[in-house]
């Protein structure tokens, strides 16, 4: 997959330059607070922002899906999971929506495997949210056969009404190499691709 | 006479040495230098004589003990750093600060080589969790603290081991190994050499927290040890975790000397140890340094261990571009003196000398040369009553906390982080990561306190062994090993013996494997003076393999119907020590032999099978011997097994022993090669038979007079549910 990616620093990034932004995963901040919240006061957030209004593919992964809700690119809240413990594990998936930038590689209702880790990732909204966004279709992806972090309905990602903008608590990165266990993650960014086309 | 009047633990020898050699009284901030720097824990005074017996060189190795880590060469440039630490005392007060703050302590020992922490390991030992409350507590706030830092520094906890022993009670140990990762053109080391250079101190600022951290772990723990919480670090792993990236970009940018991490003794053992190590001297200023609070002393500010500190040597004009640095990455950075030729350490105050100390004498304590007397053994526990059902005890030891999985810890660690970790905690006998050549390491740290109680000597060799075959089975070779010595108080002659076997045990080993020990630590005062109860001899140790093709890494678990399984390695009737013993209350005797010579072969013919590509899944056979082996196989794979343990290689036993002797050298492994796999080990001159054909939903086991039979999913509720049972009876 030929993708030209760039680190950027939270203070110096420049929206123009790019056709797409993730913000991965990892604890910004050290969770002070809580997860994403200082984050999204970062001055890099003006360019995502600006980019997520003008349709560009914006993707959370984790940490950065805590960013995207606290920044209220997102809805609802991402709170501690039920456990009260972190959580790594691989989980089945299946992908409820493939009209986004991140998932329309796929197909309606196929099942995926990748991996979680995370404190704050038990997705959770008040009934008229979790109505609407079932109603819209903005329910990405949700957990099959379990649900280890007591998240509404299972969701483990959702997105905006454009489908550009998309959070998810599961890690696509490492699901993208048959040696780390899986490749289903690799074709969140062989969607972005075929969304930017 | 400060030597007699603060918390002072130099012996009267050594404050006689230091008038005799100094010429003169030192003052009470020298005294206190001196103190910090000669603890046990910095100086290794007693334990130096027996540890330089380790063979410490190989091919791999570039710098072995001595420095803040091991490095080993691992081909195109690249090098692997590895370190062992362990925060037991604090760990024992405070278990979730202690913790955390240890693996702050193993990451800066990395960093210090230039290289980026990229998988970490941990070695837990409590009390027995199904008795006691306490120990509950220390292992849950343990673990997560381990949990809160290592996932929040983006370093994955991949593998390490726990074992639950009474003698933990009150002293559990926490060891952390941290692995790094590297170029060797990149490489740094803690020697200021070069006078005019610049000392910075980055990071955190220095207070109170962690004064005399270095002592308190050098003295046994006692009934107000509660009150030693000042003694315990603060962690704060995102201000780690932003000194990690701003250290590697100096390092990459090349402004920086050398680099050294400030744990045990604080400013006062950093700074002398680079000037010793550059045979230089260094100036330091006081007021230069950024405090936390106010109205320190000076021996506060000098002996603080306060968390994620470093120093770092500026090369003499780079200084403003490490500042540039550091201020990138809001680490707080502060010039706070110089490196001079004097082979003094000097410290300033406003300006005038306040104390001054020869750097050689600084870092050098003088060994102390400790008296060892051999123990008398414990008799063996009167006669054993075997039992009868063979089931019962399977499903007790797939049950008990040392055996079962231990998922309900492993699944708090971000074990992929980093997007290395190839086989995960659970899926093989140690962890395999890849590395950027093609090449992957595998890491494992194991220990086996039972054995040791019964004899150090070979107790210490066979975890080396099991260390090693954890390594083979996954298709590595074993190329370097750490090991950390866990005793009580050296003082104890007897204590004392047990650590030298303990050392000659792995030493005389390693030879034979050619393996070198490329770091460690040694640890004392493992004890309570409540009971006066010392921890049994606990060496941990962990090795590190290299794997050359991603077709050699091998996991554990049964994958195909109608495989065959082969058992390797002779099973002899020695089950003291073993978990069985210890799950049906016998204790002492003669341990499990271990024959050096064909430890070696029985690795190396498993190795072999491996890269021909024979085996589809290995496992050590160890703990619970070959009935445990078998189910851990069994339930990973999620596919029964029939064998016939009678056609294994054996000595005469009985049955119960067959199930759970824990003879050393044994493997178990699937192939679909069954003649190829025999005839290797036929050349190589180790025992191994096909016993069985993998399939169904139970694992049957014949016996020369009974048979086993119990449903895997039996076997998968007892090893799976037990941890969460244990620690959290509340969830279903």
Excluded at chain 2, 175 to 188: A, F, M, P, T, Y
Aim: proline share 4%; charged share 25%.
């Amino acid at each position: 997959m030929k993708i030209e990616a760039t680190l950027v620093w939270h203070n110096e990034f420049k929206s123009d330059a790019f056709d797409a932004v993730i913000l991965p995963g990892g604890f910004s901040f050290g969770d002070h607070l809580r997860g994403g919240i200082i984050a999204a006061h970062s001055p890099a957030m003006e360019g995502v922002r600006k980019m997520a209004g003008e349709g560009r593919p914006v993707l959370g992964i984790c940490n950065g899906f805590q960013i995207l809700i606290e920044s209220e690119l997102l809805p609802g809240s991402l709170l501690r999971n039920s456990s009260l413990r972190f959580i790594c594990k691989w989980t089945d998936l299946q992908v409820d929506n493939v009209d986004t930038a991140f998932t329309c590689a796929f197909e309606r209702g196929e099942t995926v495997r990748m991996p979680i880790a995370h404190n704050e990732g038990r997705f959770f909204g008040e009934e008229q949210l979790l109505n609407s966004l079932t109603a819209d279709g903005r329910v990405v992806m949700h957990y099959l056969n379990e649900n280890p972090t007591g998240t509404s309905q299972g969701i483990v990602s959702i997105s905006n009404d454009d489908g550009n903008v998309v959070g998810m608590m599961s890690h696509p990165e490492r699901a993208s190499d048959i040696s780390l266990g899986g490749t289903d993650g690799l074709r969140v960014f062989g969607s972005m691709l075929e969304w930017m086309r | 006479m400060i030597a007699n009047t603060i918390t002072c633990s130099l012996t009267p020898e050594e404050v006689r040495f230091t008038r005799q050699r100094l010429g003169r009284e030192p003052n009470e901030l020298e005294w206190a230098l001196i103190d910090a720097e000669w603890s046990e824990h910095c100086s290794y005074k007693s334990s130096r004589t027996v540890i330089s017996q380790l063979p410490t060189g190989g091919d791999h190795v570039l710098v072995g003990p001595g420095y803040d880590s091991g490095v080993i060469e691992i081909g195109d440039g690249l090098i692997l750093t590895a370190h062992i630490e362990s925060h037991n005392h604090p760990s024992a007060v405070d278990p979730y600060g202690g913790a955390a703050t240890g693996i702050g302590g193993v990451v800066r020992d990395i960093l210090c080589m230039g290289t980026r922490p990229i998988a970490l390991l941990d070695s837990l030992k409590f009390g027995d969790i199904t008795k006691s409350d306490h120990s509950k507590w220390l292992l849950k706030n343990v673990v997560r603290g381990i949990a809160d830092y290592g996932n929040c520094i983006g370093v994955p906890t991949v593998a390490g081991e726990i074992e639950f022993d009474e003698c933990y009670e009150r002293n559990c140990l926490v060891d952390v190994i941290c692995i790094g990762l590297g170029r060797k053109d990149e490489l740094l080391l803690a020697q200021a050499t070069s006078p005019g250079d610049s000392i910075f101190l980055v990071g955190g600022s220095t207070g109170r927290d962690g004064i005399h951290g270095a002592t308190f772990a050098s003295r046994v723990l006692a009934a107000d040890s509660d009150r030693d919480r000042s003694a315990v670090q603060i962690p704060d792993p995102f201000t780690k975790k932003m000194i990690i990236e701003a250290t590697l970009e100096a390092n990459r940018a090349g402004v920086m000397r050398g680099c050294k991490d400030l744990g045990g003794g604080g400013l006062a053992t950093g700074l002398s140890e680079i000037a010793d190590k550059g045979e230089s001297g260094i100036d330091v200023h006081l007021e230069m340094i950024p405090l936390r609070e106010p109205n320190m002393s000076p021996i506060e500010i000098m002996i603080s261990e306060s968390q994620e500190r470093m120093l770092l040597i500026a090369k003499n004009g780079s200084e403003s571009k490490l500042e540039a640095i550091m201020a990138k990455y809001e680490v707080s950075s502060a010039r706070i003196g110089e490196v001079t030729s004097t082979q003094m350490l000097t410290i300033f105050r406003a300006g005038k000398p306040i104390a001054q100390l020869p750097t050689d004498f600084l870092a050098n304590a003088p060994i102390i040369q400790r008296e060892a007397r051999q123990p008398k053994l414990n008799a063996p526990t009167g006669k054993i009553i075997r039992h009868e059902d063979l089931e019962q005890i399977l499903i007790g030891l797939l049950s008990s906390p040392t055996i079962a999985s231990k998922e309900w810890v492993y699944g708090q660690f971000d074990h992929e982080v980093g997007i290395r970790t190839v086989v995960k905690p659970g899926q093989g006998d140690a962890a395999v990561l890849r590395l950027p050549n093609g090449k992957f390491v595998a890491i494992k740290s194991d220990g086996n306190s039972r054995i040791c109680e019964l004899d150090p000597y070979i107790g210490a060799a066979s975890i080396l062994a099991e260390s090693c075959r954890n390594i083979t089975a996954v298709g590595a070779k074993p190329t370097a090993l750490l090991d950390h010595c866990q005793f009580g108080n050296p003082n104890d002659e007897e204590v004392f013996w047990s650590f030298s076997r303990a050392v000659k045990g792995i030493a005389d080993l390693a030879r034979v494997l050619h393996l070198p020990c490329v770091g460690g630590k040694v640890s004392f005062y493992n004890e309570d003076e409540e009971k006066h109860q010392a921890i049994k001899s606990s060496p941990v140790i962990t090795v590190i393999g290299i794997v050359d093709k991603p077709d050699h890494v091998t996991t554990m678990n049964l994958k195909l119907e109608n495989e065959i399984i082969i058992a390797v390695g002779k099973t002899k009737p020695e089950v003291n020590g073993s978990e069985y013993y210890n799950h049906i209350g016998s204790r002492g005797g003669a341990p499990p032999t271990l024959d050096f010579q064909l430890e070696g072969q029985t690795q190396n013919a498993v190795l072999e099978c491996i890269k021909h590509g024979y085996v589809t899944a290995c496992h050590d056979c160890a703990r619970g011997g070959l009935a445990v082996t078998l189910s851990e196989m069994a339930i990973r794979g999620e596919r029964g097994a029939t064998v016939d343990l009678t056609t294994s290689p054996m000595e005469s036993l009985t049955d119960d022993e067959l199930l759970y002797s824990e003879s050393n050298s044994r493997f178990i492994l699937t192939t679909s090669k069954r003649d190829d796999v025999l005839e290797t080990f036929q050349r190589f001159n180790v025992p191994a038979a096909a016993i069985g054909v993998v399939g169904g939903e139970s694992v049957n086991i014949t016996l020369q007079h009974d048979k086993l039979e119990c449903a895997l999913s039996k076997l998968q509720t007892a090893y799976t549910k037990s941890l969460e049972m244990i620690l959290e009876p509340w969830r279903k």
